[in-house]
């Protein structure tokens, strides 16, 4: 009977796993966190809905803006027109404010903010204090836009008004474009 020579069996030892899992780079920390779930409501005017969960994420919306929180966290903002888009909230206009560098909601289904009333924007119940493409949103969180008194003690200086005192055009100012960072 011929000898065939003996095989040796290799085990995968701790120490040669560990080299490979050593290796093995998380993504960084400045990746793209992608699509939250959140619930969105819509109070103040004739219009309420309170809408099932909505997947949102950072992106350009509304004119090429690129919306997002630290450039890469979804916002209130994105969830709203999210919502609109998945669910049919009945459209969702907003202007752009130089000022503020940000975007101002003027109507949701209709229901147009005037002089004397404004869309806010509420995360987890605690109203944003930036604007709605600067404030960042997480999984799980409760968004609602409500329409809202303005206040007749806080004049709007140094703020960016619209000259046209119609809301009822679907026609956004352009904001200028901005790049996703990568």
Request: positive net charge; proline residues 7%; glycine residues 10%.
């Amino acid at each position: 009977m011929p000898c065939a020579p003996a095989r040796r069996a290799t085990s995968v030892t701790a120490v040669g796993l560990g080299l490979v899992l050593a290796f093995a780079v998380p993504p960084p920390a400045t990746a793209a966190t992608g699509d939250v779930r959140v619930r969105v409501a819509v109070t103040g005017g004739p219009y309420t809905a309170s809408v099932g969960l909505v997947s949102t994420s950072a992106r350009n919306l509304l004119g090429g803006f690129y919306c997002a929180a630290d450039g890469l966290n979804p916002t209130p903002l994105t969830a709203l027109v999210d919502a609109n888009e998945q669910y049919g909230l009945g459209g969702v206009e907003a202007r752009w404010d130089a000022a503020a560098q940000d975007f101002t909601v003027t109507s949701i289904h209709g229901d147009a903010a005037t002089s004397t009333k404004k869309w806010n924007a509420y995360v987890n119940e605690e109203k944003i204090t930036k604007g709605p493409c600067h404030t960042a949103i997480k999984g799980g969180d409760k968004i609602r836009w409500t329409l809202e008194a303005t206040s007749a003690a806080a004049p709007a200086s140094g703020t960016s008004t619209s000259t046209s005192t119609s809301t009822s055009t679907s026609t956004v100012e352009r904001p200028p474009r901005h790049r996703r960072q990568r």
